[in-house]
């Protein structure tokens, strides 16, 4: 295992950390361990990082991976992170906003330099942009073997959670639309520098082959995002006030009626099958 400098790194560049870029590093080696080690990676395997900060994850990939390619924004960290982890031939940092790349053609470039036939995304993520690095990933990347987050631990719950508990909400069902999400363990603040104020988990995001329902997407996210929109109200209001089918109320109870649903259920009940099977009746005229 490689040891950890997190604090050595910091002094030695005279780093200041920026808390809105999320900017909490690990100094925990067998955290950052059991992080890799939930990754499975192997010699064949091109990891992919999000936000690697000063290397502490990159250079523990690196060891075994066939190559990693890491994309920070920060530009204040670069020089640390070429210095932290020149001791490696396998690593490319990429200096920008991982909203703003081609993810695709990034996998593509360095799996062809790297040799690799597969590609796991790694990241402790920074977490005022979680939601939408993930959701990127899932909607817009293809290719992906596997993902393994650092998350805000009530995020980590909101996307496993299941239909009629607490947390089950949109994140819930996109997350369950695209992979079979599994918490792995959770992460106290003491093993970072600075310590966030809140408590992390680590999640595994296994890619499905295929959603679990047969949909039209646009439809099904607007559906989902206007079932829990308005939470208090039932499914039948929160979808006629969203005028996304054109459908009365009247309309909309029968077609529940037809699922065996009461009228005035509410969306947090539904799987994520069950809101495919709803999309498709509403689509039709
Ligand atoms: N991986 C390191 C570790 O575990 O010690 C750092 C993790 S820290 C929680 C998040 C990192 O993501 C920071 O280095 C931050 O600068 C970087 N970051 C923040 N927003 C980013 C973005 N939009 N694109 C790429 N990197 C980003």
Redesign the pocket.
Known sequence: MIKNN?LEVIKKHNLKL?KT???????DDSV?KRIVSAAEIDGRTLVL??????????KEMASIAAGVVA????KH?IAALNDNLSEFSNIAIIN?????VDIEAIINEYKEKYNADRVKVV???????TTP?IMKFLEEVKGIDGMVF?VQKEVAQRMVSKPGIKDYGALSVAVQFYSNPQIMFDVPPHC?IPQ?EVHSTVIKLDILDEPPVKVNKELYFKLVKASFGQRRKTLVNGLANAGIFNKSKEQIKHILDSMGLNENVRGEVLSVEKFGELSNLMEQK
């Open positions: 997190t920026t870029l999320g900017q909490n590093f690990l100094n950052v990082e999000v936000g690697p900060g000063i290397g502490s994850m990159t994309v920070e924004i920060d960290l920008s906003d991982i909203m703003k990241a402790n993520l920074p977490y005022y942009i690095i650092m970072f966030p």
